[in-house]
């Protein structure tokens, strides 16, 4: 990191953060408030009317025949592998630029995550070499090739065509890590019917967030949503005691689903509004740096704006010192944290590369257009003097 400059200990009037909560709940304040006192009058803390609801609508968005609530992303993982059979000796193939979230996941139901490189272009998994890892772990001989997990990095769905066809090839199941990516499409089918089964997160900064931790799973398999219903209450059927499998507390509270249902009311609106700032970004940023490549007929729910800058820390230094929040999503690829140093390495050069080049910008919904402005203004000022 370059060394600070005057202005940046100098105080910044106005600056503009990555996330804003606070203006989308002020905006939401009066209905949000209603629905929680709803809930605190019935009672109904775990598994009210609002997550029925909630699930009714999420599926109907998804374009899905089912929706479960469940208490996070990293348990909708969880809970979907459990329900997909995935355990000890499986190999699950996950991209290895995301969270560390997506592999810890696979090891908590004690499968084996295997790293797969990415495509520089969308930063989500590359079909070609998911092709080569799952020949090379068949070849070593020591896990089964299970389960592929396509992450739709920054909100931009992955290739699951190409993905389908690589799986379907070797017999493998998909589940999509939609944890940044609901309200996402390829072409005219949504995040959430994209793969067999699917998983979200409604944590707080997402472009549909709660306020705590929150998500879901979405399929159209009624065998597969009866299963993820069952675990995610210790394993019991229905109203029984019986622990008809291992299950978890994996439950959605009643209060994050009414959150939810409010902030799904203008969820379209403010999808629309994410892709015109990140349109905005494109146009304006698209001469200097890197910015996300977004396919004909694809649309990106834009949890992130994230361009590619060789100098990125630089870049955000500067940044920093103009008042405008930046973030690093994410400083390591996956096989270069310590947690999982001891799993197989295999090439993964466009993974490392990006963990090195990669910054998001603000995108959030309630930016106005002149802070979009300062932001362009202040991304290519900052370059111009790099």
Same mark, same amino acid.
């Given at each position: 990191?370059?060394?600070?400059?005057?202005?940046?200990?100098?105080?910044?009037?106005?600056?503009?953060?990555?996330?804003?909560?606070?203006?989308?709940?002020?905006?939401?304040?009066?209905?949000?408030?209603?629905?929680?006192?709803?809930?605190?009058?019935?009672?109904?803390?775990?598994?009210?009317?609002?997550?029925?609801?909630?699930?009714?609508?999420?599926?109907?968005?998804?374009?899905?025949?089912? /929706?479960?609530?469940?208490?996070?992303?990293?348990?909708?993982?969880?809970?979907?592998?459990?329900?997909?059979?995935?355990?000890?000796?499986?190999?699950?193939?996950?991209? /290895?630029?995301?969270?560390?979230?997506?592999?810890?996941?696979?090891?908590?139901?004690? /499968?084996?995550?295997?790293?797969?490189?990415? !495509?520089?272009?969308?930063?989500?998994?590359?079909?070609?070499?998911?092709?080569?890892?799952?020949?090379?772990?068949?070849?070593?001989?020591?896990?089964?090739?299970?389960?592929?997990?396509?992450?739709?990095?920054?909100?931009?769905?992955?290739?699951?065509?190409?993905?389908?066809?690589?799986?379907?090839?070797?017999?493998?199941?998909?589940?999509?890590?939609?944890?940044?990516?609901?309200?996402?499409?390829?072409?005219?089918?949504?995040?959430?019917?994209?793969?067999? @089964?699917?998983?979200?997160?409604?944590?707080?900064?997402?472009? !549909?967030?709660?306020?705590?931790?929150?998500?879901?799973?979405?399929?159209?398999?009624?065998?597969?949503?009866?299963?993820?219903?069952?675990?995610?209450?210790?394993?019991?059927?229905?109203?029984?005691?019986?622990?008809?499998?291992?299950?978890?507390?994996?439950?959605?509270?009643?209060?994050?689903?009414? @959150?939810?249902?409010?902030?799904?009311?203008?969820?379209?609106?403010?999808?629309?509004?994410?892709?015109?700032?990140?349109?905005?970004?494109?146009?304006?940023?698209?001469? !200097?740096?890197?910015?996300?490549?977004?396919?004909?007929?694809?649309?990106?729910?834009?949890?992130?704006?994230?361009?590619?800058?060789?100098?990125?820390?630089?870049?955000?230094?500067?940044?920093?010192?103009?008042?405008?929040?930046?973030?690093?999503?994410?400083?390591?690829? !996956?096989?270069?944290?310590?947690?999982?140093?001891?799993?197989?390495?295999?090439?993964?050069?466009?993974?490392?590369?990006?963990?090195?080049?990669?910054?998001?910008?603000?995108?959030?919904?309630?930016?106005?257009?002149?802070?979009?402005?300062?932001? @362009?203004?202040?991304?290519?000022?900052?370059?111009?003097?790099?």
């Amino acid at each position: 990191m370059s060394s600070a400059s005057p202005a940046a200990v100098r105080r910044v009037d106005n600056p503009i953060s990555l996330f804003d909560l606070q203006r989308q709940r002020l905006r939401l304040e009066k209905g949000i408030q209603a629905r929680i006192h709803t809930v605190l009058e019935h009672g109904q803390f775990i598994l009210g009317p609002e997550v029925d609801l909630l699930e009714r609508r999420l599926a109907a968005f998804s374009g899905t025949s089912h /929706a479960i609530g469940v208490s996070s992303g990293r348990d909708a993982l969880t809970i979907a592998m459990m329900a997909l059979g995935i355990g000890p000796g499986d190999a699950v193939f996950v991209p /290895a630029f995301t969270f560390a979230a997506t592999a810890g996941a696979v090891v908590s139901v004690g /499968a084996t995550p295997v790293f797969v490189d990415v !495509l520089a272009e969308t930063f989500n998994l590359d079909a070609k070499d998911l092709d080569r890892a799952i020949g090379e772990v068949k070849a070593a001989g020591r896990l089964v090739p299970r389960l592929v997990m396509p992450v739709d990095l920054y909100g931009l769905p992955a290739d699951y065509p190409a993905i389908a066809a690589v799986a379907a090839r070797h017999k493998l199941t998909v589940l999509a890590d939609a944890a940044q990516s609901f309200g996402g499409a390829l072409g005219n089918t949504r995040v959430g019917a994209l793969a067999p @089964i699917s998983a979200t997160s409604f944590y707080p900064t997402k472009p !549909l967030g709660c306020y705590g931790d929150g998500g879901a799973i979405l399929t159209s398999d009624a065998g597969l949503d009866e299963a993820v219903r069952r675990i995610r209450s210790h394993g019991r059927q229905g109203t029984g005691d019986a622990a008809v499998q291992l299950g978890i507390t994996g439950r959605l509270d009643t209060i994050q689903a009414a @959150i939810l249902l409010e902030k799904l009311d203008v969820f379209e609106a403010e999808l629309e509004r994410r892709r015109a700032i990140a349109a905005a970004y494109s146009k304006a940023l698209g001469d !200097l740096v890197t910015v996300p490549k977004v396919a004909t007929g694809s649309a990106s729910a834009f949890a992130l704006y994230t361009i590619r800058v060789p100098d990125r820390d630089a870049l955000r230094s500067r940044l920093d010192a103009a008042g405008v929040g930046t973030g690093l999503f994410y400083r390591l690829a !996956l096989h270069q944290h310590p947690a999982f140093a001891k799993l197989d390495r295999r090439p993964l050069p466009v993974s490392e590369r990006l963990a090195d080049e990669v910054v998001s910008l603000p995108v959030h919904p309630d930016l106005t257009d002149d802070e979009v402005a300062r932001v @362009i203004a202040a991304v290519r000022a900052a370059l111009a003097t790099a």
